[in-house]
């Protein structure tokens, strides 16, 4: 059986993963996908603003998995009222469709990129909103 994948750089703080929050899950289901492999870091849509070093791991995480796994769509999402990236809300729509278009471009990825944000409502309940596809 064939299963369609993606690949998505996340944020590591662990509202975001609580089991009834389930934003993985609502992610690949927003995409018509089944599988997500993740990347999670700290800040993920602001990863673009740090040493360079940081962003280049990431494309190299990247790398490693698009050739490993062959997804079809790559995730990058960001939330509102994260510590590893404290800006305004809109600034979190910006800096995921920055940084998707920088991961499209540096990877040669030829599929979708999507930027996604999880929008705060409180620790247990996060909304999901797409910003930007390229």
């Not at 998505?8 to 975001?16: E, H, N």
């Not at 995921?96 to 705060?120: I, P």
């Amino acid at each position: 059986m064939s299963h369609s994948i993606a690949v998505g750089l996340i944020c590591s703080d662990a509202r975001l993963h609580r089991p009834e929050v389930r934003i993985t899950e609502r992610a690949a289901e927003l995409l018509g996908i089944d599988h997500i492999y993740l990347i999670a870091k700290p800040g993920p849509n602001g990863v673009h603003k740090k040493p360079q070093a940081h962003f280049e791991a990431l494309i190299d995480d990247f790398v490693l998995l698009i050739g490993a796994k062959n997804p079809s769509v790559l995730i990058i999402m960001g939330h509102q009222n994260c510590a590893g990236h404290p800006v305004s809300d809109d600034e979190h729509d910006l800096d995921a469709s920055e940084v998707a278009q920088l991961v499209k471009a540096r990877t040669g990825f030829t599929g979708s990129v999507m930027a996604l944000v999880a929008t705060y409502a409180s620790d247990a309940e996060w909304g999901l909103k797409e910003v930007a596809r390229f």
